[in-house]
């Protein structure tokens, strides 16, 4: 059973709004094959995959929660993503491992991403290029309203229980572990931008450790 900390975070009309903003971007996605990021409310790249079936087929069965492995092991949560990156092969031939490989380490880098394996580094590996779309699926005033350390927060404790209790009681491995490590990162952050909100500007998640 997943732990719930029942937080209240929109109502069901603006969800479905949401979502009607959601599909009608999406249609603007290229389906040709090739990698993709799924960005999330800061617009940087918290998972990239990669899709031989299309990268809108793919990405929109990610957001609809429908046959996504990624969903389905708790280690994303839509709510969190405003924003999808494309890079279509730009010629038959091109190694499509190599060039997901390339991206998934150069924005691993930056900041880390809720893949559950990260490839080895290539010896000669490519300069990595920008996308060739950069598609907004959320509304930036609702990415603003997400934004705040009083929705954000909250969201991502229970995000993390979820996921917590998925690897007690579903699969306990190394990736479903890495991503626990990913997510105190990314909660961190949060937590840390909610206790400078409240004035309490020396209770970081350091000091509390620490005792």
């Not at 038959?92 to 150069?106: A, D, F, R, W």
């Not at 924005?107 to 598609?135: C, F």
């Not at 991502?156 to 491995?173: A, C, D, G, R, T």
Request: hydrophobic letters at 35%; a neutral charge.
């Amino acid at each position: 059973m997943e732990l719930s900390i029942n937080i209240s975070l929109g109502d069901e009309s603006n969800n479905m709004n949401i979502q009607k903003r959601r599909d009608s971007a999406l249609k603007e996605l290229t389906d040709e094959t090739g990698v993709y990021a799924l960005c999330d409310l800061d617009q940087v790249p918290i998972y990239i995959g990669l899709s031989k079936d299309g990268i809108r087929t793919r990405v929109r069965r990610h957001l609809t929660s429908a046959r996504s492995d990624v969903i389905a092991n708790r280690q994303l949560d839509i709510w969190e993503i405003s924003q999808v990156w494309a890079w279509p092969l730009k010629r038959e031939g091109n190694n499509i491992e190599v060039l997901e490989s390339e991206i998934i380490n150069h924005y691993n880098r930056k900041s880390p991403l809720v893949n559950g394996k990260i490839p080895a580094e290539l010896v000669h590996a490519g300069v990595v290029a920008a996308p060739a779309q950069k598609i907004s699926i959320m509304d930036e005033q609702e990415r603003l309203y997400r934004l705040d350390p009083l929705r954000r927060l909250p969201r991502q404790l229970e995000h993390f229980s979820n996921l917590f209790s998925h690897i007690l009681e579903v699969k306990n491995n190394s990736e479903q572990r890495r991503m626990l490590r990913v997510h105190i990162s990314r909660m961190r952050k949060y937590y840390e931008n909610f206790m400078k909100d409240s004035g309490e500007t020396e209770l970081y998640i350091d000091n509390l450790l620490s005792k």
